[in-house]
């Protein structure tokens, strides 16, 4: 069964630091997110994409974020200068249609 | 008010039973349901998704939806220890759209043997 894939596992960073988390979306899906979830705390939106440019985005992907489909498979996401708050698990979820989102098993950030 | 309100728990129940998992929320817009299950320091994963008001089955899991009362419910029947993770409702079609998914905080299961 096809799955999101999301490297690395884990990346630990010093605050200031630019990461970029990659993610495959499943080969035939159109609408790829990220999200994040603070350890102990729920999953939170953060971007959708579309058609090559971001569709939807919250109130937490600010300047400091940006995402990227640099090729037919590859998914990212940037931060530009991490911040200790920025420390989370990523989720990269992709789907079909606007309806069912398939996530990926997650990037652990660690800002030191 | 939170858009989603979901008990954390932890729910603990022997195996076999029936678990009953529940969410509210506010938004009377969201139109698609979901259930996702998440092991510890895992993706979550989808288990059901309905559109409508009603109930809808697959093995042992029944989604329900009232939409009137803006309250969803998990059920699982005959449950086991695999069963145990943190159970996720999720819904779109508020104000964010279909693309935002807006979670609650999770309720923790456990099965015990």
């Known amino acids: 069964e096809p799955e999101v894939t999301q490297t690395p596992s884990h990346q630990v960073t010093q605050m200031g630091q630019e990461v970029i988390l990659r993610c495959v979306p499943i080969?035939?899906?159109?609408?790829f997110y990220w999200y994040r979830q603070i350890l102990g705390q729920k999953v939170e939106f953060l971007v959708s994409?579309?058609?090559?440019?971001?569709?939807?985005k919250s109130e937490i992907f600010d300047d400091q974020f940006s995402v990227e489909r640099p090729d037919g498979s590859n998914f990212t996401l940037k931060i530009r200068s991490t911040k200790l708050e920025d420390s989370a698990m990523y989720f990269c979820a992709s789907s079909p249609d606007t309806d069912t989102q398939y996530f990926g098993p997650g990037t652990r950030l660690t800002v030191l | 008010q939170k858009e989603v309100e979901q008990d954390p728990g932890p729910l603990s129940v022997p195996e076999g039973a029936i678990v009953s998992l529940n969410c509210t929320y506010s938004n009377s817009a969201f139109q698609y349901f979901m259930w996702y299950r998440q092991y510890s320091r895992k993706g979550p994963e989808l288990l059901m998704y309905?559109?409508?008001?009603g109930n809808k089955e697959d093995g042992r899991f029944t989604a329900q939806v009232d939409k009137s009362s803006k309250y969803i419910s998990l059920f699982i029947r005959d449950s086991q220890p695999s069963d145990s993770a943190t159970y996720l409702c999720a819904m779109t079609g508020g104000a964010g759209g279909y693309q935002k998914v807006t979670f609650g905080t999770g309720t923790k299961l456990q099965v015990i043997p």
């Open positions: 309905t559109y409508s008001s």
């Open positions: 994409f579309y058609n090559n440019e971001i569709s939807e």
């Open positions: 080969s035939n899906h159109l609408y």
